[in-house]
């Protein structure tokens, strides 16, 4: 069975940081884009960021450019996502999730086969 576990979530201060994680299970974790979506409460799902699988090229939500930082170790099947400079407007669950895709993008979560369990993130302010 496919698996990815997210976790690192928690309450932090507006100005904090956090190191989310994703471990993947099940799969050949090499040949997917691995992305980060955010839902906030009352919200749609959005992307905040995506990582390529060779070349590891990354994308970014313009709310986030600057301040989060995607990256993956294959040989871990970990994707990780740093979070620095926490505003409480990034208050939402995030979830990870993995796609076997040609294109890498967050726009689309429907191309998104594979989901997370998600972690909730609350920075107060």
């Given at each position: 069975?496919?698996?990815?576990?997210?976790?690192?979530?928690?309450?932090?201060?507006?100005g904090?940081?956090?190191?989310?994680?994703?471990?993947?299970?099940?799969?050949?974790?090499?040949?997917?884009?691995?992305a980060?979506?955010r839902?906030?409460?009352?919200?749609?799902?959005?992307?905040?960021?995506?990582?390529?699988?060779?070349?590891?090229?990354t994308?970014?939500?313009?709310?986030?450019?600057?301040?989060?930082?995607?990256?993956?170790?294959?040989?871990?099947?970990?994707?990780?996502?740093?979070?620095?400079?926490?505003?409480?407007?990034?208050?939402?669950?995030?979830?990870?999730?993995?796609?076997?895709?040609?294109?890498?993008?967050?726009?689309?979560?429907?191309?998104?086969?594979?989901?997370?369990?998600?972690?909730?993130?609350?920075?107060?302010?």
């Amino acid at each position: 069975d496919v698996q990815l576990q997210a976790s690192g979530g928690g309450l932090v201060q507006a100005g904090g940081s956090l190191r989310l994680s994703c471990v993947v299970q099940g799969l050949t974790f090499d040949d997917y884009v691995i992305a980060w979506f955010r839902q906030a409460p009352g919200k749609e799902r959005e992307g905040v960021t995506c990582i390529d699988m060779g070349d590891k090229k990354t994308y970014y939500e313009d709310s986030v450019k600057g301040r989060f930082t995607i990256s993956r170790d294959n040989a871990k099947n970990t994707a990780n996502l740093q979070m620095n400079s926490l505003k409480p407007e990034d208050t939402a669950v995030y979830y990870c999730a993995a796609d076997l895709g040609a294109i890498a993008t967050m726009k689309f979560p429907t191309l998104y086969d594979y989901w997370g369990q998600g972690t909730l993130v609350t920075v107060s302010s």
